[in-house]
């Protein structure tokens, strides 16, 4: 990439950068993000804020796809990974204003991130130390509350721990947040169970079913079709009714038909049925009146962990319905947020859950969602390698010294990279208390300072206000995603320092015609 190239780039990611870092830690900055349309977005999570981002520099749109992507595959981290990418632009392209070539840069980051990657393996704690509620603490960005952060780190902890223990891994699909206006974030439930955003298809159904038995269904429940196919399967009965008897006598017939299928699913011990598609306005009170509880247009999603839950299988419809293939729980119509909602709890130690969270107003909402869901995969990145470092930024200042100090032993230009590397590093610590307050300058040297009188744990404590030993306050990372962002922070980088130039597709259509004929005229007789 040419000097004028890369400044470009790093002013244009550096502006999309500097929107998002601002919101790293308890205490970042909440956004207004305006679509097109004039559709305000009010939110304090980076990821929020990246998907939301309408930019049109191609380089830029490949990097905020590719941090967004990367928190969808690793649940957790995209914030950070742009503040580190930023941190390596500008160094970059300081580098490049040097002479250095694009190559050299590369190799020096590339030689810095391996002896970075080192000092967090030596540095790393066993998760016991702190334990996984501290882990999920620490992520929780999204509230500030010292009673909910116990609360949840305490919930989701319990949460990875169970699953692990009856499945043998954690499967995040067994977990769902939801998170609804109303209320305050300490009304936040832990469900052992399902929580759906649904009510029964009619009133008159009841709203409490303690251990009953629950079918889950793939198909609109209706009445059963008169007519089909044969036992010769290449014949198909159909009835084509005339006269107004005709049409009312096959309409009973259906009616009575759903009723035998009703009753005999009723025998079997069916008190609560739960499809994915809908249920038919024709049978809704022959199901009330039979004591039912129906919901329909259930989220496929919640379909799986309703069978996990319950027990039950998965059938088409009604007709499916046996004693073999109902589940076992209790259903509950409750009131929350201002709307009925049903809960369906697990039958025994099933694995499910679904944390329940409440936000005082609609700007936190999904932000506070987004927050749990982060500190879950923080949890379980935790437990699977059971290690974690130092959080507050002290991993980077820890790290960021030993890359320079590595850097010395680097010959030629690549020594500048490298070390380049490792001052890269300090952007996390430096926003993280630039956003809490704090003189950022004044507080990476501070932590500097600490670090070289060996106490390697000294970090910034958000809340606060502070520089402290952040392992004493259980402020942690969990050391697999910490690995994940800074190699996904320089392979992006990395990936911008080989561009060299921006061709338009028309400009390679236009041209397609003439490298054509010259490859021809190049091509061998024989070969045409």
């Known amino acids: 990439m040419t000097d ?8 244009d990611a550096n502006a999309v950068c500097g929107i998002v870092r601002s919101t790293l830690g308890p ?5 207004l993000v305006v679509d097109g349309h004039g559709n305000v977005t009010a939110t304090d999570s980076g990821s929020i804020v990246l998907e939301e981002l309408d930019v049109e520099n191609p380089a830029v749109t490949t990097f905020r796809r590719a941090a967004t992507g990367f928190g969808r595959r ?9 503040t580190l990418v930023g941190g390596l632009l500008d160094e970059a392209d300081r580098l490049a204003g040097m002479g250095l070539h694009p190559t050299a840069i ?87 169970g399902v929580v759906m955003d649904r009510d029964p298809v009619a009133e008159a159904m009841p709203r409490t079913l303690r251990d009953v038995g629950i079918a889950v269904v ?85 379909v799986a962990r309703l069978a996990r839950a319950t027990g039950a299988t998965v059938v088409p419809g009604l007709a499916q319905v046996d004693e073999g293939t109902l589940g076992h729980g209790t259903a509950r119509v409750v009131r929350r947020a201002g709307r009925d909602m049903t809960v369906v709890e697990a039958e025994g130690d099933a694995p499910v ?51 320079r100090d590595h850097a010395r032993s680097v010959s030629g230009r690549e020594q500048l990279a490298v070390e380049a590397f490792g001052d890269a590093l300090t952007a996390v610590p430096r926003t993280l208390a630039r956003n809490a307050g704090l003189d950022g300058g004044r507080s990476l040297v501070r932590l500097r300072v600490a670090h070289h009188e060996g106490r390697d744990a000294t970090g910034v404590d958000c809340l606060a206000g502070d520089l402290v030993d952040v392992v004493e306050e259980g402020i942690v990372d969990p050391v697999g995603i910490k690995r994940e962002i800074w190699s996904g922070a320089t392979d992006l980088t990395c990936y911008f320092l080989r561009i060299d130039e921006q061709v338009p597709a028309a400009d390679l259509e236009r041209e397609a015609p003439e490298v054509e004929k010259a490859r021809e005229e190049r091509m061998p007789s024989d070969w045409q």
Do not use: W
């Open 4 to 11: 004028d190239a890369l400044t470009a780039l790093a002013g």
């Open 27 to 31: 205490f970042g900055a909440t956004k």
């Open 74 to 82: 690793h649940g957790d981290g995209a914030t950070t990974l742009v």
């Open 106 to 192: 590369e190799h020096g980051l590339r030689e810095g991130l391996s002896r970075a990657l080192d000092s967090i393996d030596r540095r790393a704690r066993p998760l016991e130390t702190v334990g996984p509620a501290a882990v999920a603490r620490s992520a929780l960005t999204g509230t500030r509350n010292p009673q909910v952060r116990t609360q949840l780190g305490s919930y989701l902890a319990e949460v990875v721990e169970a699953i692990e223990a009856e499945t043998g891994e954690f499967d995040p699909d067994m977990v769902k947040v939801v998170a609804r206006l109303g209320g305050s974030e300490a009304e936040t439930e832990l469900v052992h």
């Open 218 to 302: 793939s198909e609109t429940v209706d009445v059963p079709k008169p007519g089909g196919p044969s036992d010769d399967r290449s014949l198909d009965f159909r009835f084509s009714p005339e006269s107004f008897e005709d049409r009312a006598a096959i309409g009973e017939r259906e009616r009575e038909g759903f009723r035998e299928q009703l009753e005999d699913a009723i025998d079997a011990g069916l008190r609560v049925i739960l499809t994915e598609r809908g249920i038919n306005e024709r049978v809704e009170r022959t199901l009330a009146n039979h004591g039912v509880l129906a919901i329909q247009q259930v989220d496929e999603a919640d």
């Open 353 to 403: 859950y679904t944390l329940f969270c409440r936000a005082p107003d609609e700007r936190a909402v999904e932000s506070f969602e987004r927050s749990v869901e982060h500190a879950l995969a923080a949890v379980t990145s935790a437990r699977r390698t059971g290690t974690v470092v130092p959080g507050g930024g002290a991993i980077e200042t820890a790290a960021g010294g030993d890359v």
